[in-house]
Nanobody, 122 residues
Framework: QAQVVESGGGLVQAGGSLRLSCTASGRTFSSVAMGWFRQAPGKEREFVAAIRWAGSNVNYADSVKGRFTISKDNTKNSGYLQMNSLKPEDTAVYYC???????????????WGQGTQVTVSS
């Protein structure tokens, strides 16, 4: 059974940093990519970043380029999202997902975690 678990969310002041972690197990081993998405109250889920499990291809949403860095550790089936220079508008529930390709559309991702809350205070 596929399972994806996120951790590392919390409350931080604007300008601060957080590091999210994602650990995958089960059928998620077959995923080609790992993606991070976020969803703020009253808004649709939006793409944040993605990385291929094999190789180093990455993709970022324009809103986080230069501030967020996605990385992975294949030996641990884990991925990370380093978030720097956080802004209040980054406040959302952040989800990790295993997908069939690097894509910004959620539909390409089959395995989702339950999410971790990130709150950035002004």
């Amino acid at each position: 059974q596929a399972q994806v678990v996120e951790s590392g969310g919390g409350l931080v002041q604007a300008g601060g940093s957080l590091r999210l972690s994602c650990t995958a197990s089960g059928r998620t081993f077959s995923s080609v990519a790992m993606g991070w998405f976020r969803q703020a109250p009253g808004k649709e889920r939006e793409f944040v970043a993605a990385i291929r499990w094999a190789g180093s291809n990455v993709n970022y949403a324009d809103s986080v380029k230069g501030r967020f860095t996605i990385s992975k550790d294949n030996t641990k089936n884990s991925g990370y999202l380093q978030m720097n220079s956080l802004k209040p508008e980054d406040t959302a529930v952040y989800y990790c997902a295993g997908g069939r390709m690097i894509a910004q559309a959620p539909g390409w991702y089959d395995y989702w975690g339950q999410g971790t809350q990130v709150t950035v205070s002004s």
